[in-house]
């Protein structure tokens, strides 16, 4: 009985080793990390992952379960939400060339739109940091290397 249950017990954990080691990608997503938008008396919080190679953003609030995707694949705006009421399509469009543009001077780190203004740079210790304010709210943004 001894013999059957240690060996029992072996192969469970040998299984349990092998399916820690097996790597499971969804998504080739390269950078991840958090931001917030806040005011005076909202707090919003998530969870961001981005992929650059396939210009794709996936966005999650904390407290929600639906993920919001962006991809922008030549020229085309692709979601799976509806953002007209928030932001113009072209003025989203120009938001998404500059988060994905890979910025070494002083001129193209900052963006700015009627009510956005944001500033991106990049931090040996953090990664790329967004800051900046939309309408009423203040924005923050750190993505890390994965």
Do not use: P
Request: glycine share 4%; hydrophobic share 40%.
């Amino acid at each position: 009985m001894k013999k059957s249950f240690l060996v029992y017990y072996l192969f469970l954990i040998f299984y349990l080793f092998s399916c820690a080691t097996i790597e499971i990608k969804e998504d080739n997503f390269f950078k991840k990390g958090k931001f917030s938008l806040a005011s005076n008396s909202e707090y919003f919080s998530g969870i961001i992952n981005v992929s650059e190679d396939e210009k794709k953003i996936k966005l999650n609030l904390d407290g929600l379960s639906k993920d919001f995707n962006i991809s922008f694949k030549d020229e085309e705006i692709k979601t799976n939400f509806k953002y007209e009421n928030i932001i113009r399509e072209s003025d989203l469009k120009l938001f998404l060339k500059w988060f994905f543009f890979k910025c070494t001077n002083i001129e193209c780190q900052n963006f700015s739109l009627q009510n956005l203004k944001l500033k991106k740079h990049l931090s040996n210790k953090t990664g790329l940091i967004i800051q900046g304010n939309f309408q009423k709210f203040r924005f923050s943004m750190k993505l890390y290397d994965i």
